[in-house]
Structure formats: C-alpha cells, structure tokens
C-alpha cells in the first residue's frame, strides 16, 4: 500500500513563528503536492513538486514556501505565521502508470495559528 | 479550464437506502476520474477511479461510471451502512496537463440506523 506520512496530526502555534510541516512518502513518487482545506472552500492547492528540488506554484502560494531536498520529503513551510492560516493542511504524492496519474494523501495536519 | 462540479450536501440517508451522489466535470484533454473519501478528522483516502470512457471503477460497494457524453462520473452504492457517514469528493486530473487534481467541493453524507 501506498503510504504517505505527516510528521505532525495536530499543532498549535504563535502568530509570526516559523512552521515546518513535514510530509513523506515511501512509494519514489515524482510527484509531491501540498493542499489546504477549509470549510465551504474545499481544497486548494499551495505547491507541488515533479521532481527533486523543483517546485511549482499552486492556486493559494502566498506566505507558504516548500523544499524538497530529497524524493521522498516535501516540507511546507510557513516563514511567519497567521492566524489566516489556520486550517487542515494535506500533503499527497503521485505516480504515473499505465491507468495514468493516482494521487494519494497522508492523514492530514490541523494547524492552529494564534 | 478544468473543473468539477458535484451536488451539494449535506445528504442524509437512512441506512440500507440506495445512495446517488452526482459529479459532472469539465476538461479540456482526456481526464482521469476519481472519488475520494474523507472521514471524520482524516485525510482523503481514494475511493474509485475510471481512466477512460466507459470504464466503471468500483471499491467497497461503492460504483461510479466514466460517462463521456454526459461528461459525468456518478457515485452510487446500493444499500448505505452507518460506517459510510463521511465526505466525498470527486476529483479529475488532466492527463494531458499538469498532475494537478481538480475537486469538488464535497458532498457530506449521514447514514442514520
């Protein structure tokens, strides 16, 4: 089974801290992508990623950066918190294969900000 | 541009009740389908996919068929369990395009015994 991992389920923290969330995958996806999901919005994408080091923006990429150093870790990180961005955050990966492209996600991580 | 649009919630079924949840979709290439399940308190786990007109993806029950001239994909289980009560959400990705995934906004649905 494909396995995408959060490092964090559920965090709190102070507006203007430095957040890293951390997301892996165990399945050599290429593809890496951060989502946020708010209520009434649904989900809206921050950053993905096709490959080692190269990332692209998403609809939402205001205050949020990422990394990715290594194939199987995609790290969001959000430079100065607010509390505007509270909300639940999803990493997923992907792979192409015969049927095409499949996205899976990890559990999520509800951020706080406050 | 892509995109998708499913029927808004929430729905409340009884359990054992037939269940239609409705997507349609708009693409410019030649999409990939799916649904995803989200429940309480998780991230979305993939439910269904189809990759090709007529194709009929199928998990736990749950049944959804690519139609190309209806230009829709929708998720239908004949007999709901209680353990069914969470969000759905259809979703497309262009395979053509980008690897980005369009969804829906989600349809909540509550099986009540």
């Known amino acids: 089974d494909v396995k995408v991992t959060q490092s964090s389920r559920y965090l709190v923290k102070r507006t203007g801290e430095k957040v890293f969330l951390e997301c892996v995958q165990d399945m050599d996806h290429e593809n890496m992508f951060w989502y946020r999901q708010d209520p009434g919005l649904g989900l809206r994408l921050i950053y993905f990623?096709?490959?080692?080091?190269?990332?692209e923006k998403g609809d939402i990429p205001e205050g949020y950066s990422v990394s990715r150093e290594k194939k199987e870790r995609f790290s969001l990180i959000l430079e100065s918190a607010s509390t505007n961005q509270t909300s639940m955050y999803l990493c997923?990966?992907?792979?192409?294969?015969?049927?095409?492209?499949?996205?899976?996600f990890g559990e999520g991580s509800w951020l706080t900000v406050v | 541009g892509d995109s998708v649009t499913q029927m808004e919630g929430p729905v409340t079924l009884s359990e054992e009740a037939f269940l239609t949840i409705n997507c349609t979709y708009t693409?410019?290439?030649?999409?990939?389908l799916f649904w995803y399940v989200q429940y309480p308190g998780e991230g979305l786990q993939l439910l269904l996919k189809?990759?090709?007109?007529?194709d009929k993806g199928s998990n736990k029950g749950f049944e959804a068929t690519y139609r190309k001239e209806t230009t829709s994909f929708h998720l239908e289980k004949g007999s709901v369990q209680v353990s069914d009560s969470a969000v759905y959400f259809c979703?497309?990705?262009?395979?053509?395009?980008?690897?980005?995934?369009?969804f829906g906004t989600g349809t909540r649905l509550t099986v009540i015994p």
């Open positions: 979703a497309l990705i262009d395979q053509t395009g980008a690897n980005n995934l369009f």
């Open positions: 189809a990759t090709k007109a007529d």
């Open positions: 693409a410019t290439g030649y999409p990939s």
């Open positions: 990623s096709y490959d080692v080091k190269m990332k």
């Open positions: 997923a990966s992907s792979f192409l294969d015969r049927a095409g492209n499949t996205i899976y």
